[in-house]
């Protein structure tokens, strides 16, 4: 069983930073990958980026490309989201989740995929 517990969320104006955290527990194999995802109200949950534990490699969809930062920190099992220049747009529940499975890109940040979720940290940019 894994655990994943999110937190850095918070109220931020536009033009600023916030980095987040995904702390995971339980059983945590070399394999694994953790992604970062959003949810609008009223919009389906969005991924964003994701990363793999033995190699550190990522993937990015274009809308945060550029803007959005992540890595990991193997020692303490945490995966961070570097988040720079925000819009409002960018307002969401940011959720992390780890997957067990190696899928190609175009399944890389698909929803449906992962098997463990966080809780959710809120995300609010507003001046």
């Known amino acids: 069983q894994v655990q994943l517990v999110e937190s850095g969320g918070g109220l931020v104006q536009p033009g600023g930073s916030l980095r987040l955290s995904c702390a995971a527990s339980?059983?945590?194999?070399?394999?694994?990958?953790i992604g970062w995802f959003r949810q609008a109200p009223g919009k389906e949950r969005e991924g964003l980026s994701c990363?793999?534990?033995?190699?550190?490699?990522?993937y990015y969809v274009d809308s945060v490309k550029g803007r959005f930062t992540i890595s990991r920190d193997n020692a303490k099992n945490t995966v961070y989201l570097q988040m720079n220049d925000l819009k409002p747009e960018d307002t969401a529940v940011y959720y992390c989740?780890?997957?067990?499975?190696?899928?190609?890109?175009?399944?890389?940040?698909?929803?449906?995929?992962?098997?463990?979720w966080g809780q959710g940290t809120q995300v609010t940019v507003a001046s």
């Open positions: 989740a780890l997957r067990r499975r190696v899928y190609s890109s175009n399944m890389a940040l698909n929803p449906k995929v992962y098997d463990y």
């Open positions: 339980g059983i945590i194999l070399e394999s694994e990958t």
């Open positions: 990363i793999r534990r033995r190699d550190g490699s990522t």
